[in-house]
């Protein structure tokens, strides 16, 4: 049976890549800075006790270490589980997914919102796309796919759509990302993983183990 995955072209995640960079060098622009200053500004005018403690849960589950953890115990349970081809494909959704925004930073190094607009500090540099939004969005893509034939595949989804959400307005409300930075992630990030699943049909990678 003919993979799902296969039904998007991989010429169209490579597409997709394109356009995302292209969107963050765009970004860089005073003009198009202006306009998420101004969207950034309003998100912010909303902050207060509850809101600011949400999106700092979020600002730590989803970084560097704590998320680094969580992904490394979802590929490790999922093994220990008795699915090893499972865990595989789950590491590499979220290597790509995830990879993909540290990757961008260094090519297009947009300069973060400014700071005295932040809630948190120790911002690493490159602003565009957000790690945070890329790992999430990962995190939610590689539990789908673990569920996708069983009951649970659409209230995952549903959970997972809420939680990206919150993620993408938490990174603006906290002052560690401008909203197109946010955007681009999830422009970048699933082209990434498609790439990454569909390797085999890629000259020389066609032994990828994920694949086999």
Do not use: E
Request: hydrophobic share 55%; aromatic share 8%.
């Amino acid at each position: 049976m003919r993979s799902n995955r296969a039904r998007f072209p991989v010429p169209g995640s490579v597409a997709l890549l394109v356009l995302g960079t292209v969107m963050g060098f765009a970004a860089r622009t005073p003009a198009w800075t202006a306009v998420d200053t101004a969207v950034s500004d309003g998100v912010q005018s909303l902050r207060g006790p509850w809101p600011t403690a949400v999106a700092q849960v979020l600002n730590v589950g989803f970084g560097t270490v704590m998320g680094s953890l969580l992904a490394l115990a979802l590929v490790v349970g999922v093994a220990v589980a008795g699915r090893p081809r499972a865990a595989g494909r789950v590491l590499v959704v979220i290597a790509a997914g995830w990879g993909v925004s540290w990757v961008l930073k260094t090519v297009v190094a947009r300069s973060r919102p400014p700071v005295s607009d932040a809630l948190v500090f120790g911002l690493g540099p490159g602003s565009f796309p957000s790690g945070h939004v890329c790992l999430t969005l990962s995190i939610v893509i590689a539990v789908a796919t673990l569920v996708r034939h069983t009951r649970f595949h659409r209230p995952v989804l549903a959970a997972g759509f809420v939680l990206v959400a919150a993620q993408m307005l938490a990174r603006v409300y906290l002052g560690a990302h401008y909203v197109t930075d946010t955007l681009g992630s999830i422009v970048v990030a699933p082209a990434a993983i498609h790439l990454a699943l569909n390797a085999r049909r890629w000259p020389g990678l066609s032994d990828a183990p994920w694949k086999r």
